[in-house]
């Protein structure tokens, strides 16, 4: 008999399986989005169930939405629950000691018909004063395909009191196979580690710096590029920037002007981390910066040539809850009131508190003071409590008599400010009361404490805006001249032109400055020559202090020869390979002639005064010791450092081999006793050539009279009391340590630099 119910059943059940999505129904392909996730630093209490929210740190294509995929704790110092992911933000629960506590976290799309995904980490910093947390800044370094690199805690800035806490150290990031290398070696004073062969790419290691007596734990980080051996890196400069308001979004930073790349490639801004903000890339040399909170911040930029080269750059500036006012008609600062926000950084008191709703100032409560209280704050300030007649002439000079929220300043201004006199201020209006209490704003006259260059140096590319700041520290922060009131002068201390230093006061027949408030641009009027030079600027505002713009400098190709990288204007760089005393990391300059002394600073003089012996010809000279020589005495020795001390700060600001750590005086050459050499170090073989070519150039143009071996490239010691020294055997890729049993061989001006 026939089933009308099984039948049925059979009919609706492929109905019902192409409804629910069924075996046949043809899938969509996901569509695959970008996904950036950045580093997350965070501050938490001990004993606390803290919030992580990860929402102002992860972006994706299109502004896909996106939720965690996975979070996983690191060193398991603070519990988690995987129950407790909800959408971008986990819950943690520190612990009742401080510390710091990490969390590698992955993203995906929130919808099943994208596909991506981007990891990071995440740093809970746990401290009894939660409110004050506090991190070391970033360290940069570059490496080659296989170089093992070893940063001690001078080059981690470890605090005095400090130490590094083994257990801490993390190693993540990303490169062309995957390999990111390994930690080789941790202890209590260093980390060592080795990079991946035959792979380029970027990577991160986490650390924690530990007082275990005050029990103080804080964060550090350190980014390490991998370059081919073969290909010279971009140079990514380091640089601090102005301050920014908080309360802004999307702030745009350009850093056309910080890169550059030794062989001509297109260099491209591949990746941007932010400690407390947000950063978006949204050009091959730009990006988007919003605030996450005010104080201290630092931004590491990586670009890249796309050959196997890689820079990292740092960009240092403050975020203010809001700027401070500079009136330059009255040459006064005024600080801006008072936040609870900073209040309970400094645990500080307050009378009352005041709603803003949005139109005098953005809407919250704000602190309240009274009048004996607010001139209090000022003193420990070294300041004073502004004047009525002070704030009205600000109104008038640098408001124009807006109400203040409206302008680009935005103070909060509800109620009145409180006045050195009897009645107080509204910035709002203009009208005048007596009030019991009030906002208020500290003063004081700039000229006593006077401005100042904030950098000694700038490095600037030709036909490219190169921004000059001067600061003051009136206030206890740094406070940046506004750009209006600049009124910077410049002359030429230096110029080379093919190679021939030629009278500076002749620049304006091959270059031309044009100054527009604080940013300054030389162009050339003619590529036909190779061209370097350095402005000393200076503004009138500053009397005490000058800085210099340095323009022109690079890093030689291995063919050139001492005329040569004179007339290119650049220096040359030689990396000892690691083995004997090397560990493959350093760098040295090969030696630096008369000319590159003067474009990086140093006056004819000084030059002259680093020794009565000077080797070369024609426009390309240098001046040499002869440093183990017992004739050569410690004050010579001395003279010899410091005088050079100043060229290799300038190759440090101009990042010369991508590298901010320049000296004059290596600090690893080992005591030397009993024999008069041993080997130091081998170089590669394509930079024997160049070397070669110096030493018998130098000794051809001093006429062959001595043993070409006393003209070998190599650098002095740190310890002016010291005579052992490195220097070349002949013209071959071995480097001897050397001692006063070799006392006749010079030293010629050189920098090196450990990592």
Known sequence: MFNIKKCLIFILLPLFLIGCGGENEEQLPQEIVAINAQDLLTFAPIKNTQVVDLRNK????????????????????????????????????????????????????????????????????????????????????????????TLNSKDLLIESGFEIDPTSVYLIGDTGSSDIGMIAGVDASSIKYQAPAATTGTVRIFYTEIDSIKNIARPGIIYIAIGQESNHSPIALDQRIDALDRREVDIPIDISSYISDPDGDDIQLIDTKSITGRVIIDSPHSFLYTPGSSGKEVITYIVSDHNGGYGIGLLTFDVNEYKSIVDSVQNLTFTPPLTFNQLSVIDGVYTDSYKELGFTGYTGLYPTFSKDLAEAYCK?????????AELKAMRTNVLADMPIFQTDYRWHSGIKYLTHDANA??????????????????????????????????????NTPTKIYITSKTAGDSIFLPDDDYNLTYKF????????????????????????????????????????????????????????????????????????????????????????????????????????LTILGMKEKQI???????????????????????????????????????????????KVDGRDNWVVGADNIKPQRGTA???AFLIPSPEYYPAKDFVEWMWKQDGRTEYVGNYGLGYANADPKVTTYVNQSTTTTTFLQQSAFVPETYTFPSCWSKN
């Open 58 to 149: 992860v972006t994706a294509e299109n502004n896909q939405s996106l939720i965690i995929e996975s979070v996983e704790s690191i060193d398991n110092k603070c519990s988690f629950n995987e129950n407790d992911i909800e959408g971008l933000t986990f819950k943690v629960t520190t612990t009742d000691s401080e510390n710091v506590c990490r969390f590698k976290y992955n993203v995906k799309p929130a919808s099943s018909q994208y596909k991506g995904t981007s990891e990071a980490i995440v740093q809970v910093v746990v401290t009894k004063d939660y409110t004050r947390g506090d991190f070391l800044p970033p360290v940069s370094r570059t490496v080659i395909e296989g170089g093992l690199l």
């Open 380 to 388: 420990t300030k070294g300041m004073k409590l502004a004047s009525l």
């Open 425 to 462: 201020i509204s910035l709002e209006t203009g009208s005048t009361a007596s009030v019991s209490d009030g906002y208020f704003s500290c003063t004081n006259d700039l000229t006593a404490h006077g401005w100042e260059f904030l950098d000694p140096y700038y490095s600037g590319l030709f």
């Open 493 to 596: 201390e230096a110029l080379s032109v093919d190679g021939i230093l030629i009278d500076p006061t002749l620049a304006s027949t091959y270059l031309s400055v044009s100054i527009s408030g604080n940013t300054i641009t030389v162009t050339k009027k003619s590529n036909a020559y190779a061209i370097a030079a350095t402005l000393e600027i200076s503004d009138i505002i500053a009397p005490s202090t000058k800085t210099k713009l340095i323009l022109g400098v690079s890093l030689c190709p291995l063919s050139v020869t001492p005329p040569v990288a004179d007339e290119l204007s650049c220096i040359l760089v030689l990396h000892p390979r690691k083995g004997y005393d090397a560990s493959g990391t350093e760098a040295f300059s090969t030696a630096l002639s008369n000319n590159m």
């Open 608 to 654: 002259h005064s680093l020794g009565s012996k000077q080797v070369g010809k024609g426009v390309t000279k240098f001046q040499t010791i002869r440093w183990g020589d017992k004739d050569t005495t410690y004050s010579t020795r001395k003279n010899w450092l410091e005088k050079l001390k100043l060229v290799c700060d300038a190759m440090s600001k101009l």
């Open 677 to 679: 050499t041993r080997v």
